[in-house]
């Protein structure tokens, strides 16, 4: 079982649509949750942080769910910009920096 | 200011040869990470420099693989006898101190094995 879990997509959206992309991690050790966004053919970036309470960013609301093991990144008002992959990453207590990478939701918002 | 930076952009070897991925991290950051991204996959992780403490190596696939860092700041990863299931995009990253969450990466090293 991968360590950390997301559907691949691709999730195909009108412009203005609200998108949900879930995450589900395998280790309960996991201490720290983020999401990355990555263009095609550049390199990641960081997105957003993941906090217990939930936390906002402008259209970008992100979740954790630690009993469940599992992080959401809801988009609302979809914008063609938004069209990238999206990371979920987790880091595990005691093990420094050391980032694991989920293999992405590749989002497309259509005109 | 500048980023982190790799060289070379771009890598075609034939198998069996060694090959050197050089990584820049930006001016200052102590945290410097290597991964790996083949297509249509995730990252994997390969190897963490902190500071002057022993490398994380966990992440290396094999003893072909190897990295080192001089003076805190360049690192090399250095691939040997290379395969083509070595095949994939070489990405770099760094951090400050211990923001770990904020890892700047570079643009990558698209390494093609033949």
Redesign the interface.
């Known amino acids: 079982r991968k360590e ?1 879990e997301q559907d691949p997509g691709p999730f195909n959206v009108p412009e203005g649509a609200t998108v949900a992309f879930n995450c589900t991690y395998s280790n309960s050790a996991s201490q ?1 949750f ?1 999401w990355y966004r990555q263009d095609c053919r ?5 997105l957003m ?1 993941v906090y217990s309470s939930g936390n906002e960013d402008g259209r970008f609301t992100a979740q954790l769910n630690r009993a469940s093991q599992y992080i959401s990144l809801l988009i609302r008002d979809s914008k063609l910009s938004d069209s990238a992959t999206y ?1 979920c ?1 987790v ?1 595990l207590y005691n ?10 939701t590749e989002l497309s918002v259509k005109p | 200011g500048a980023g982190v930076s790799q060289s070379p952009s771009n890598k075609v070897t034939e198998k069996g040869k060694d090959v050197e991925l050089r990584c820049d991290p930006i001016s200052g950051h102590t945290a410097l990470y290597w991964y790996r991204q083949s297509l249509g996959q995730g990252l994997e992780f390969l190897i963490y420099f902190q500071g002057n403490s022993a490398p994380d190596k966990s992440g290396l696939p094999s003893d072909r693989f190897s990295a080192e860092r001089t003076g805190g700041s360049v690192s090399t990863l250095t691939i040997q006898r290379t395969q083509q299931e070595d095949s994939a995009v070489y990405l770099c990253a760094s951090t400050l101190g211990g923001d770990i969450g904020t890892q700047y990466f570079g643009p990558g090293t698209r390494l093609l094995v033949l």
């Open positions: 950390v720290s983020f550049k390199e990641p970036k960081l942080s990371l990453v880091n093990q420094g920096g050391k980032l694991i990478f989920g293999q992405g």
